[in-house]
T-cell receptor, first 115, second 116 residues
Framework: AQSVTQLGSHVSVSEGALVLLRCNYSSSVPPYLFWYVQYPNQGLQLLLKYTSAATLVKGINGFEAEFKKSETSFHLTKPSAHMSDAAEYFCAVTLIIQGAQKLVFGQGTRLTINP | DTAVSQTPKYLVTQMGNDKSIKCEQNLGHDTMYWYKQDSKKFLKIMFSYNNKELIINETVPNRFSPKSPDKAHLNLHINSLELGDSAVYFC???????????????FGPGTRLTVL
């Protein structure tokens, strides 16, 4: 079964520091992977997605993620954290069932930015 | 011009009551979903409808009954509410293109349900 695991339920970095949020996947077929962000009291917003076209994927707000098959990873990074990046981040893998796309989410990582 | 909207945003009710949450999308998508986010922020799919037809039902108790009157609406009715139903419920929609697995799902703002 396809699944994702996010390492670290809480990550805290200083403003301007590198952000690294970890996601490892388990899949018997080439996975399609997503990173979503959830700001406080809001719904989820797509940051970026991996579709096998390129291993380095650039998303919104300066985030990017690199797909590494050898490590079964799809870690999310941002070179310099902003206060506005404080949010919950979810990695997800997708399954297609009878025409419907099912997202299987990781446990989420709360990102805190220290001034 | 909200893409995916849900009502109400907050719902506080007593155990045993019946309540409904409504969802509407104006994106022209053919597939809609309900997700449940528990107190630990864990997100899990509950249901999915494609063109008003139930496609995914993730072993959700039959007290939960989704209804899709048309492609743009997917409502969630919950009977005999229990304490464990307290959560944030998210509606989402997507256009699932044949052969593609990278379709983006657009999420509503969520409905926070509190059962007392």
């Amino acid at each position: 079964a396809q699944s994702v695991t996010q390492l670290g339920s809480h990550v805290s970095v200083s403003e301007g520091a590198l952000v690294l949020l970890r996601c490892n996947y388990s899949s018997s077929v080439p996975p399609y992977l997503f990173w979503y962000v959830q700001y406080p009291n809001q719904g989820l917003q797509l940051l970026l997605k991996y579709t096998s076209a390129a291993t380095l994927v650039k998303g919104i707000n300066g985030f990017e993620a690199e797909f590494k098959k050898s490590e079964t990873s799809f870690h999310l990074t941002k070179p310099s954290a902003h206060m506005s990046d404080a949010a919950e981040y979810f990695c997800a893998v997708t399954l297609i069932i009878q025409g419907a796309q099912k997202l299987v989410f990781g446990q989420g990582t709360r990102l805190t930015i220290n001034p | 011009d909200t893409a995916v909207s849900q009502t109400p945003k907050y719902l506080v009710t007593q155990m045993g009551n019946d309540k409904s949450i409504k969802c509407e999308q104006n994106l022209g998508h053919d597939t809609m979903y309900w997700y449940k986010q528990d107190s630990k922020k864990f997100l899990k799919i509950m249901f999915s409808y494609n063109n008003k037809e139930l496609i995914i039902n993730e072993t959700v108790p039959n007290r939960f009954s989704p209804k899709s009157p048309d492609k743009a609406h997917l409502n969630l009715h919950i009977n005999s509410l229990e304490l464990g139903d307290s959560a944030v419920y998210f509606c989402a929609s997507s256009q699932v293109l044949a052969g593609r697995k990278d379709n983006e799902q657009f999420f509503g703002p969520g409905t926070r349900l509190t059962v007392l």
